[in-house]
């Protein structure tokens, strides 16, 4: 017993029955094609991680607000006027 309850012959004849049906020409480039799918998709994926891969590692840049700096300013002038008194 092969795969699964299927023998090797019964794979070969239904491998002859293909390439009656189809020919070996279309079954070349249907391999061709399905080949090409793959690389295209594992590029893409390669591609995607190498891009979030980036993304984790730059530093976020935040932007100051006018609140944050009069808060700053605020807190500065208070202190100031601590040491003054």
């Given at each position: 017993?092969?795969?699964?309850?299927?023998?090797?012959?019964?794979?070969?004849i239904v491998l002859a029955i293909v390439l009656l049906l189809f020919g070996t020409?279309?079954?070349r480039n249907l391999g061709g094609d399905?080949?090409?799918?793959i690389k295209g998709f594992r590029k893409a994926m390669d591609t995607q991680?190498?891009?979030?891969?980036?993304?984790?590692n730059k530093p976020q840049l935040t932007e100051k607000t006018d609140e944050t700096n009069?808060?700053?300013?605020?807190?500065?002038?208070?202190?100031?006027k601590?040491?003054?008194?």
């Open positions: 017993m092969g795969l699964g309850g299927i023998s090797i012959w019964q794979l070969l020409k279309r079954l399905l080949g090409g799918a991680e190498k891009e979030q891969d980036e993304n984790e009069e808060a700053l300013e605020g807190e500065s002038g208070a202190e100031q601590e040491k003054q008194g």
